[in-house]
């Protein structure tokens, strides 16, 4: 193998860059509860009621892994019944350009699958 410089590594790096993004975003609702979370919905139950289908079990699995990769902070109020506020991390919100730009390309995409389909 012929290596060129320091191609290699940089190569390297860049997959596990990738990897590592992947692995934070992998699930269908991560994004999606960013997404939700950026909008005003802060609660619990306001975040549920925007995603039609998730599940109250599924929403605090994800919930919880997105504060412990420190996207997402938690702030709990001793109430009954208990409240919590979800909020984006500072850190979160230099994703905010990368889902809009998502967003911008997935209606572009199914813009140019339904216009194929109808001249098909």
């Not at 208990?82 to 390309?105: D, F, G």
Request: glycine residues 4%; positive net charge; aromatic residues 6%.
């Amino acid at each position: 193998m012929k290596i060129i410089g320091n191609r290699t590594a940089s190569c390297n790096q860049n997959d596990l860059a990738l990897q590592d993004t992947i692995y934070i975003i992998s699930s269908k609702w991560k994004l999606r509860i960013i997404k939700s979370i950026c909008v005003g919905n802060i609660r619990f139950t306001e975040i549920e009621k925007s995603l039609t289908g998730i599940t109250k079990r599924t929403l605090s699995k994800e919930l919880k892994e997105l504060e412990i990769n420190q996207l997402v902070t938690r702030n709990a109020y001793p109430d009954q019944p208990s409240k919590a506020e979800y909020k984006l991390a500072s850190y979160a919100k230099t994703m905010i350009p990368m889902i809009n730009e998502m967003v911008r390309w997935g209606i572009e995409h199914r813009q140019m699958i339904i216009k194929r389909q109808k001249t098909a």
